[in-house]
């Protein structure tokens, strides 16, 4: 497991403040548990905050471990243990799954369009500071492989001119479509379903049209007419 410190002191912000709206959803959070166990609030409540800045800072971890009446180190401890904290600025981090289904569908093709358009080396801002990038292990959406994730969202059945557009939509703040980028819904086949088709399967005309087929005869005993 690789060392995970806090951003150095000059990268820090001066001060962190949760914003009124998520100030009343830390409220609400840390009330959803019992009275002494509060302190169970904390990865969600760091969480909201990489959600609010975008990275995990010091004063970040300082206001939280005083909500929840923590020691400071218990707070850092959290924030560098789980790879999901990013402790210095990412910008628009863009995951790219590289497991083998991603690698075997062209996942290769998606992170060269990072290398060039964001920076020719993981975990490091782009020029403008706006994105970095990252190989992931699997994120679960292997059947739209290849794909990456950029916050809560998957981008799916990508390629490199896709992938090239999509870093140029977000770097420039225009709207993405999430999900899969060719014709496919969801993960149904390519071209469309090959099974289960019949539409009477789903606009209900066959309920009650077939009787239940009644069970086979118990088999004679030996000797039994
Ligand atoms: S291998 Fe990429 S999502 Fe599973």
Redesign the pocket.
Known sequence: MSVRRLAPPDMQPPSFAFTAENAEWVKATIAKYPAGRQASAVIPMLWKGQEQEGWVTHPMIESIARQLDMPFIRVLEVATFYTMFNLEPVGILVQV???????LRG?DAVMDACKKHIHPHQKTLSADGKMSWMEVE?????V????LQVGSDFYEDLDGPITEKLIADLRAGKPVKAGPANARHSSEPEGGAITLTEPSLYDGSIIGKYKPVAPPPPPKKPGEA
């Open positions: 799954c590289t497991t083998s289904p991603c690698w996942s699997c994120l679960g959406a292997c739209n492989a290849p794909m």
